[in-house]
């Protein structure tokens, strides 16, 4: 490699950890590109197999009159590498051929015109991704097609709330529920040589609306979602504490379509990418205690249509939704979820319908019935029918 083509310092090893792959930035005079090398069985890097260079500019003088290749990632189901270039305003997409080490570009995303892309972060679920854009100091969430490794804007918030000093937003990452995504800014917030990380609550919110139409094209129907709970209970009494599900990741997207049948109290028909696949989605029945995050997304993906029509799917009819829920319903169904209050239990039997405040009351009152709160713990209220036993005081 050039000696006066500096790389970037992130090295991600594509999987399964055969290459390492290089974003270099460029000068003045020479294109930004991206670079694969072979890994020794020790994990170092040997032989360059390929090195491609990226086209373009972009509006920003001094910044943007040539390619500045910023970041190389891969996206979480393995099939694109993302290489962000600052100076054209562009996400490239490449795939990468395993057995010759050689890349050939698939796609190119153009963002708004001086943005700068940087870094990116994908969202839990691998859906969404967002991009730190330095040189319009935003941060922009975009609908990732995994198919075509392709990015489309959702929307677009500043970086930081301080509008009348000059930011450069740098690293971005995401939580693992989904909720959130942090920052890094040099500017604005930078005092005494640190980087706060402002919080910026965009996942979830955002993403439920499109950014010019009411049905954008592509739109094929709503969908209730939700996130997989970093926590979940299993066990006697709930005792025992994993990291999501046995099918789920924490903060995996699951898509929930309208309830058709009854799997049991609190359980739910959902389709989301299994943890030990994520390039396909499956169908399962998932506890709701073990969700969070309730929100309305937009379903774009045929592949998608199809878990959620399951056996009721027509391939004569791929983009319809056979049993769709209306965006006034299933955010009604999200806001309820969404309410801090907890479902209870009733003789063994859970009520996810019935929920009660925390802490919940010692008597609670349902269709004409008197219940007293038996037991609660991590799994929730428990409430019996059978009065408290009183305690025995001998007559004197």
Request: proline residues 10%; hydrophobic residues 30%.
């Amino acid at each position: 490699m050039p000696p006066d083509r500096p790389p970037e310092r992130r090295l991600p090893p594509h999987r399964p950890l055969r290459h390492g792959l290089t974003a270099n930035y460029g000068t003045d005079t020479l294109p930004g590109t991206v670079a694969v090398h072979r890994l020794d069985a020790d994990g170092r890097l040997s032989d360059l197999t390929d090195v491609v260079e990226h086209r373009g500019s972009g509006p920003v003088t001094g910044r943007q009159e040539g390619t500045h290749a910023h970041q190389v990632l891969v996206d979480p189901a393995g099939r694109h590498v993302l290489a962000t270039d600052l100076g054209a305003d562009t996400v490239f997409a490449y795939q990468l051929d395993t057995n010759t080490g050689k890349l050939s570009q698939v796609g190119a995303s153009r963002l708004r015109p001086g943005s700068g892309p940087r870094h990116l972060a994908f969202a839990p679920g691998g859906d969404l991704v967002l991009s730190a854009d330095e040189l319009s100091s935003t941060v922009t969430l975009h609908r990732y097609d995994a198919g075509t490794g392709t990015l489309h804007e959702l929307s677009r918030v500043p970086a930081t709330a301080v509008a009348d000093i000059p930011n450069q937003p740098g690293g971005i990452v995401t939580s693992t529920c989904g909720h959130y995504v942090w920052v890094t800014n040099r500017g604005a917030e930078k005092t005494a040589g640190s980087c706060p990380v402002p919080c910026l609550r965009i996942l979830g919110v955002a993403d439920t609306e499109p950014i010019e139409n009411e049905t954008p094209d592509g739109l094929l129907g709503w969908c209730l979602v939700a996130n997989v709970s970093r926590e979940t209970t299993r066990g006697e009494g709930g005792l025992d504490i994993q990291r999501g599900t046995k099918h789920f990741p924490v903060g995996a997207l699951l898509w929930i379509p309208p309830p058709r049948w009854d799997p049991g109290w609190g359980r739910w028909h959902a389709v989301g990418r299994h943890r030990g696949n994520g390039r396909r989605y499956v169908n399962m029945v998932v506890r709701a205690d073990d969700l969070e995050n309730f929100r309305v997304k937009g379903v774009y993906s045929e592949g998608l249509v199809r878990g959620l029509n399951g056996y009721d799917h027509d391939p004569a009819a791929p983009r319809t939704l056979q049993n769709p829920w209306t965006r006034e319903r299933a955010q009604s169904w999200a806001d309820g979820w969404n309410d801090l209050r907890e479902s209870i239990v009733i003789d063994g039997r859970r009520h996810p319908r019935i929920r009660v405040p925390n802490p919940p009351p010692a008597e609670l009152q349902v269709g004409g019935e008197i219940l007293h709160l038996a037991q609660y713990g991590a799994r929730g209220p428990h409430y019996s029918r059978m009065p408290p036993p009183m305690e025995w005081v001998p007559e004197t």
